[in-house]
């Protein structure tokens, strides 16, 4: 009987011993996910780019501070920069959405600090900007918030011209600025 109760006691401290070791820390997983629904009608989006029909570089035409437009009149002595969009895979992958009128661009960059409207310059001269247009039209576009449709059948045309800043005095110097052309999805 002394050998029963002690190998139950013995077992009993093992089982006891057992269930009060430490757990072992296990590590959870984080797994980020993304993905995209479509609707039967809207198949999947081709990647479309920007392609200027220049370098990208743009020398501006010469402005007398005495005769520049003021910021938010119609364009007039506007440099042309043409805009053409592309598929990224394929050329013609963004043809039915251009045709469709569901794209347009956006001209993102440091606006001024007058109305805000306009790209601002970063050269030496002082009361100006740099207006954006549309060529066609000579309507200013705001920087940031406005957009350019894009010709569904041939070159859309952008224009850019020094202009006077509202409430300031524009004073000779060099003008600067860096605008970059995005795809808005309609």
């Not at 661009?105 to 954006?132: C, H, P, R």
């Not at 920087?143 to 224009?159: F, H, Q, S």
Request: with cysteine; hydrophobic share 35%.
């Amino acid at each position: 009987m002394k050998k029963i109760v002690y190998a139950l006691t013995s077992l009993a401290l093992v089982v006891t011993g057992n269930t009060c070791a430490a757990s072992p820390q296990d590590q959870s997983l984080t797994l980020n996910i993304t993905g995209q629904i479509t609707g039967k009608s809207q198949p999947t989006a081709a990647a479309c780019a920007v392609v200027p029909d220049n370098s990208g570089d743009v020398l501006l035409y010469t402005a007398d501070e005495s005769t520049m437009i003021n910021q938010g009149d119609s364009g007039t002595n506007m440099n042309k920069i043409g805009l053409h969009v592309y598929g990224v895979q394929n050329i013609s992958d963004c043809s039915d959405i251009i045709q469709e009128g569901r794209i347009a661009l956006k001209f993102i960059g440091q606006q001024d600090n007058a109305e805000g409207s306009v790209l601002a310059n970063t050269g030496t001269a002082t009361g100006v900007g740099i207006g954006l247009y549309d060529y066609n039209s000579r309507s200013p576009i705001a920087i940031n918030t406005g957009t350019l449709a894009i010709d569904k059948n041939t070159t859309t045309w952008l224009g850019l011209q020094s202009v006077k800043l509202s409430g300031q005095e524009a004073k000779m110097g060099s003008m600067k600025g860096a605008l970059t052309v995005e795809i808005e999805r309609l």
